[in-house]
């Protein structure tokens, strides 16, 4: 989005370019290839990804260049202006013919056994491009047919073609460099190191990026052939950032999801746990139909049973202790359609402010809502980025690749809380122990205001980093561990608020939290990023009703429940017992609480407290929309039938409100969608036949994101760039001449398609600033608690999330179920060595709360002092050590007698 | 009169048997007086004249002028870097190692002036892994003459500060190819990167390099002995000055001979490698090491000059890395072909496809063939299969590929095709169907 303008005698910034006679312009610089190919020209290929660095290797996209010698590849070729180029010269097309019979020379040509044949570019460049028959009549290579190279992805080394774009991948865009070439010559092949796994987060981009069948990964192994696949774009919702990607069916069944390349989002890629975790959908152990208490069990019952049931739960509630005994805790796993309804069914029928869809491990919504907003994309050219939270790479993992990407690629200065050092090459590493945050962002604001020079320590780089370049610096804001209280989070953003060009990701994880949160599910907010003071007489006279009062959140709620002042307790796609960081509270909660409600999927220790289960429709069985961590809203497509009778959450608020005496008059989907355009202020003009056109989704609030907004001309198609519908290429929402984005899109799609010029005005037209209440802005100045001294014997415990952590979504699919972590006390080797074991050795581990027998073992990037417990939630923990009330968490280790 | 050896290079060794590579019996035979004599007339542009002027082109096999090379690195750009290609690895070729393990002395001499010349103060030695006697010599010369003060912070008492790094290869002929021996130095597999950019811009670390061969830097000081013109009027036309050339196969004295361009390869296999033994007459031979097309032993062919341009011209071959071998009416070529297949096929990369998959699919034919089991349609298929990695089959090479390595796997088919195909196709049966 940045123009630069030329300077006085540089260079052409356009260059004229004949491909195979016809006159073309392009960005001089640009890869002819890419060139070639937006002008209609396919030049086949099988090394060079649009997302990585071209390497020339696999000789397919040779050509003639007149004035150079020899053939050089369209791939490394950069275009400069007069350039001549010839694509389908007899001598091209007899090299073209030579490399793919090459190819095959060693392929075993195992095609209808593989699960690539059909949408392989072997076979249909082959076709296209390739000899009729081949001339090789010795024998082929053989390998082990495939070996697995890491739990998920298995490697058949006959079928490679050794372009190295897995390799290229692992080392280049993940930073996993866990595969390589081995050998050389025709025995060449991929491997993984001697018992080191390709143990990447990322491995599944590799299978498809992979233009042969040499890699596979285990849930799509012979699941389907290609041509029966059906297909509908959709958002991620397995963390926050929502890549975007094709979701495959065949036979009502979830096979296969594939990255698509968004430019604003994920570039195509998708993390495994977003990959594969899609299993879980169709798990055995779903609850598909409702089930109600009788006699102390949960038996099935029919849904007009159930909800009444649950609806004479919050009537009789509200009417015995008012509306305030009712909590809905949850909200943060469904579509903004869904945590909508909720939040009317809560604030606007039911009346109570009591409503969270965090779980006390994220931040304040007025902070998230408030504080200036930065888009992924701007990470590509800020002046710095900083990150304060947690490790990316466990928590958001595709949003790290696009840190990473910065870092490393467009070299930004990355300045790095991370107490460990992090997971960024060439970061400035601030090493912030737990608790400091605030403390630390002051100091390094002091540190960038004062005109002295900078020291060379991290705080002087890091200062020195915001102070020498341009642009907004890009605050990455989350929790860094739940073993300390977010107020030193909040201090931290405080001193970097005050940074005249800013802009904050939240770095909440849970998938459609920011949803949730712009939606009204917390306390204090009503749907749009308004607040409750700010928005009830707008939403009073839209919904009838707003609490009275700003509620409770998660940790309020569930200590008033134990305390006895919340009666029902409804749980949307919510398990407490599970994510919640105090466990021992919530249990108490559930022994004291009259009643809990839940809506949810599973059978979680949570929802088997419940007196009703409602069960919901889950990702692939909904339409809708949701809204990642920057405020990007995209729709969800459906691709297969609910589970039994499962439900939309939306819908199950519809009926409890119908039986609350509240008629929503909402029946499809896009209706909710379009009443949180009209009523919600931040969604404003956000309406359903916007969001299906508009091809990047659009970002919050509309109003001030306008012109940013691609239209596209037709509906939800997946085309891949050679228009084949492969998998291997880059995999475009809908192909588009317009790549700039900006303001221009609206212009250039228009040229394209006047109705929807014409519908494209109309909508956004209607987007614009409407009258209606101020969005929320948190300026606040903040402090934090002073940190206790920490005794000599003691560790301060850090508690981040891992990917892989034993909850529900990796538990209940197969392919990564495995991969679940161990749980472990994490220590240096100086503490190892002072607490007087061996790795592996179970220790006490006592902190405030209680004791626990852990395994300890070494990380070696730790520093003395601190400790690290991931977060488990099907484990004991984290959860039973952490003191919610502590502005940090200490833990003393002591060998077991 | 029969034809005698002319020696620059090789004197040193040849005087001094004993002591060569000592750094006393270099000394003491007049090494690094052209150091001195360069640094403290401290004039780099001068130095970089005279290689110019001496008309020297590279002895590793390209052929390439170095004075030119020299002056492609970007002027004003430092940190820049000289390598050394000591990874002599061209089947047939030994004079690099004869140089390294017996006149370390000369090599650091040569090393120390370019750089000098270059303005650059490391050099790398990039140096064939299996040459051990080599690595000890090479690395004991650097550490005496730093001791003398021929090489370090201050090199004879000026302001030039020169290190010389001394790195062993693992085994790959590959790392011979300039952009893959960087690859390999900076600890990457060893694989040839894609020009542009080339070393001279962006070379070992992405900074401008210069790699040049052991026998070339060897030179430069008699270079910088005699002047660059004196230097040129030695040789032939634009093959000036002398090169070593390693002579194997059927002769009966195989070994290396410094001669000055431009006598024949008669008077080079027969008079100073002692002429094929038995009395038994030259078949063919590979004028400039295994990457060549071949020459036969016609009296046209013998009786050519060494001259690099004229070869070029006049028969397509190359002069090479200046390894000649020698096979007699006793050999079959096919399995000469087959073995030197086997050989690329073995040190191919496997980085690019024609070349990865081109090199073992001939060596298997060749194979066949050599065995009894070939037919005559295989020549005609292997030529076009060749022709698919070095379209024309012509040398120099035009290639498909992204270094040499492929289009050199194609010289022997190439050479089959052109002065044996009769006696193929009388072997494999000459009416079976093409």
């Not at chain 1, 969604?683 to 036949?689: H, L, S, V, W």
Request: glycine content about 10%; overall charge negative.
């Amino acid at each position: 989005m940045t123009t630069t303008e030329p300077k006085p005698g540089a260079k052409p910034t356009v260059a004229t370019v004949t491909i195979d006679g016809r006159e073309v312009t392009a960005k001089p610089g640009e890869l002819l290839i890419k060139v070639a190919q937006e002008h209609g020209v396919y030049i086949p290929r099988f090394c060079w990804h649009e997302r990585m660095k071209p390497v020339g290797m696999c000789r397919m996209c040779l050509v003639e260049v007149e004035g150079v010698r020899g053939f050089p590849p369209a791939c490394t070729t950069t275009v400069t202006d007069g350039m001549v180029c010839h694509t389908q010269t007899d001598t091209v097309k007899k090299i073209q013919d030579g490399v793919l019979e090459f190819l095959l020379v060693n392929h075993p040509l195992d095609c209808p056994v593989c699960d690539r044949g059909g949408e392989c570019p072997l076979q249909d460049q082959t076709l296209a491009f390739g000899p009729g028959e081949s001339r090789f009549t010795e024998e082929k290579r053989h390998f082990e047919k495939p070996i697995p190279i890491s739990d998920v992805v298995l490697l058949d080394r006959e079928r490679c073609i050794q372009c190295a774009r897995c390799t290229r991948f692992a080392d280049e865009i993940a930073g996993d460099p866990l595969i390589t070439f081995v050998d050389r010559g025709d025995r060449t092949e991929v491997l993984n190191f001697p018992d080191h796994p390709f143990a990447s987060y990322f491995s599944g981009n590799t299978v498809q990026i992979c233009p042969v069948g040499a890699l596979t990964a285990k849930p799509y192994r012979f699941r389907a052939r290609p041509w029966d696949l059906a297909t509908v774009e959709t958002s991620c919702t397995t963390c926050a950032v929502q890549c975007r990607g094709a979701l495959q069916s065949s036979t009502d069944r979830l096979v296969r999801f594939l990255g698509v390349d968004s430019e604003p989002v994920n570039h195509g890629w998708l993390c495994d746990k977003g990959r594969y975790g899609f299993e879980y959908v169709h798990s055995e152990t779903r609850v598909i139909e409702p089930q109600v208490r009788e006699d102390g069990a949960l038996v099935e019952k029919p849904w007009p049973e159930a909800l009444d049931a649950a609806a004479s739960i919050l009537e009789r509630t509200k009417s015995m202790h008012g509306p305030g005994a009712i909590a809905v805790l949850g909200g943060a796993r469904g579509s903004n359609e869904d945590a909508y309804a909720w939040a009317r069914l809560a604030k606007g029928v039911i009346g109570t402010d009591n409503v969270d869809a965090q779980l006390a491990d994220g931040l304040p919504a007025e902070v998230v809502l408030g504080l200036p907003r930065a888009q992924i994309a701007d990470l590509d050219h800020a002046a710095a980025i900083v990150l304060v939270g947690p490790d990316l790479k466990e928590e958001l993992p595709v949003l790290h690749l696009r840190v990473r990407r910065a870092a490393v690629e467009l070299k930004v200065p990355v300045i790095d809380f991370a107490f460990d050092g992090g997971s960024i090459p060439g970061s400035i590493a601030m090493r912030c122990a737990p608790g400091e945050s605030g403390a630390l962002a002051e100091r390094l604001m002091s540190a960038v205001n004062s005109g002295a020079a900078v020291a060379d320590d991290p705080i002087g780089r890091a200062a020195a980093a915001i102070r020498e370049r341009d642009g907004a610096v890009i605050v990455v804001l989350g929790r860094a561990s739940l073993a300390e209280r977010p107020d030193h989070t909040l201090r931290a953003a405080a001193a970097f608020a005050a940074l005249p060009q800013v802009g904050f990701l939240s770095a909440l994880r849970r998938g459609n939290v920011h949803g949730a949160l712009e939606l009204g599910l917390a306390p204090g907010v009503l749907p749009g990023r308004v607040s409750l003071a700010d928005g009830r007489a707008a939403f009073a006279s839209a919904w009838g009703a707003v609490p009275e009062t700003t509620g409770l959140d998660a940790t309020g709620i569930l200590r008033a429940a134990a305390a006895g002042k919340i009666h029902a307790l409804v749980l949307v796609g919510c398990d407490p017992l599970a994510d919640f960081p105090d466990r021992a509270l919530v249990r108490e909660a559930f022994e004291i609480v009259g009643s809990v409600i839940a809506v949810d999927a599973f059978l979680s220790d949570s929802v088997r407290q419940a007196d009703v289960v409602l069960p919901v429709t889950l990702w692939g069985e909904k339409q809708g929309t949701v809204t990642n961590l920057e405020g990007r809203v995209q729709r969800l497509g459906r691709k297969v039938s609910p589970a039994g009778s499962a439900m939309d959450d939306w819908r199950i608020a519809g009926e409890l409100a119908l039986r609350l005496g509240s008629d929503f008059d909402l029946e499809q989907v896009d209706e909710v969608t379009d009443e949180i355009a009209k009523v919600a202020p931040a969604f404003a003009g956000a309406t359903a036949e916007l969001l299906r056109r508009a091809r990047d989704g659009v970002v919050l609030p509309v109003a001030e994101h306008r012109s940013e907004i691609v239209l596209r001309a037709g509906g939800l198609t997946i085309l891949a760039d050679d228009g084949s519908g492969a998998s291997w290429e880059p995999i475009r929402a809908v192909r588009d001449a317009d790549e700039t984005g900006a303001a221009a899109a609206t212009d250039r799609s228009a040229e394209q398609d006047g109705e929807a010029h014409a519908n494209a005005t109309d909508v956004i037209a209607a987007a614009g600033p409407s009258s209606t209440p101020n969005l929320i802005v948190w300026d606040r100045s903040f402090g934090s608690p002073e940190l206790p001294a920490r005794d000599a014997y003691a560790l301060r415990l850090v508690t981040g999330r891992t990917l892989y952590d034993g909850g529900r979504t990796v538990a209940s699919s197969p392919a990564i179920a495995a991969l679940a972590r161990d749980v472990a006390l994490l220590v240096s080797a100086t503490d190892l060595a002072r607490i007087g074991v061996d790795e592996g050795a179970i220790v006490k581990v006592t902190s405030q709360r209680t004791s626990l027998n852990l395994v300890v073992q070494v990380e070696l990037r730790l520093p003395a002092g601190i400790a690290r417990l991931y977060f488990t939630p099907d484990h004991e923990g984290a959860a039973e050590l952490i003191d919610l009330s502590a502005p940090v968490t200490d833990i003393r280790v002591e060998t077991l007698r | 009169m029969t034809v005698q050896e002319t020696r620059f290079v090789t004197k040193r060794l040849h005087d001094r048997p004993d002591d060569s590579w000592t750094i006393d019996g270099a000394v003491g035979s007049g090494a690094y007086e052209q150091l001195r004599a360069v640094v403290s007339a401290n004039n780099p542009a001068d130095v970089q004249e005279q290689v110019k002027a001496s008309g020297l082109r590279g002895r590793g096999g390209a052929g390439f002028p170095t004075g030119q090379k020299w002056s492609f690195l970007p002027a004003g750009s430092f940190p820049r870097y000289l390598v050394v290609n000591a990874d002599e690895g061209e089947p047939s070729t030994f004079k690099d190692r004869m140089l390294i393990e017996r006149d370390p002395h000369q090599l650091v001499e040569g090393i120390a002036i370019a750089a000098f010349a270059l303005q650059c103060n490391l050099a790398f030695v990039y140096l064939r892994g299996e040459f051990a006697l080599g690595y000890e010599r090479l690395t004991e010369a650097i550490v005496s003459a730093k001791a003398r003060g021929f090489l370090g912070s201050n090199v004879l008492g000026t302001d030039f500060a020169l290190d010389i790094v001394v790195h062993r290869g693992a085994g790959a002929y590959i790392c011979g190819e300039e952009t893959a021996l960087l690859e390999s130095l900076e600890g990457e597999r060893g694989m040839p990167r894609i020009r542009p950019p080339f070393p001279a811009i962006e070379g070992l670390y992405a900074k401008p390099t210069v790699v040049n061969n052991v026998e070339t830097l060897s030179t430069v000081p008699h270079i910088m002995a005699m002047s660059g013109a004196e230097y040129a009027k030695l040789g032939v036309n634009r093959s000036t000055g002398t090169r070593i050339f390693s002579v194997s196969g059927h002769v009966n004295k195989p070994g290396n001979y410094e001669v000055e361009l431009g006598i024949t390869f008669r008077q080079l296999i027969d008079e100073l490698a002692g002429g094929v033994p038995g009395g038994r007459k030259v078949k063919f031979f590979i004028p400039g090491g295994a990457s060549s097309q071949w020459l036969i032993g016609s009296d046209e062919h013998l009786d050519a000059p060494l001259d690099m341009d004229y070869v070029q011209q006049t028969f397509g071959v190359m002069l090479g890395s200046g390894a000649v071998m020698v096979f007699d009416e006793t050999t079959d070529p096919i399995l000469v072909a087959w073995r030197l297949a086997k050989f690329f096929a073995h040190e191919s990369c496997g980085k690019c496809t024609p070349c990865r998959e081109g090199t073992g699919w001939i060596e298997k034919v060749l194979y066949r063939m050599a065995h009894g089991l070939g037919s005559p349609s295989d020549l005609k298929m292997l030529l076009d299969v060749g022709d698919n990695i070095s379209p024309g089959l012509n040398a120099p090479f035009s290639q498909t590929t992204i270094c040499p390595l492929g289009p050199s796997a194609v010289s022997a088919i190439v050479s089959l095709d052109k002065f044996f195909r009769a006696e193929i196709e009388a072997r494999l049966g000459a009416g079976a169907p093409a």
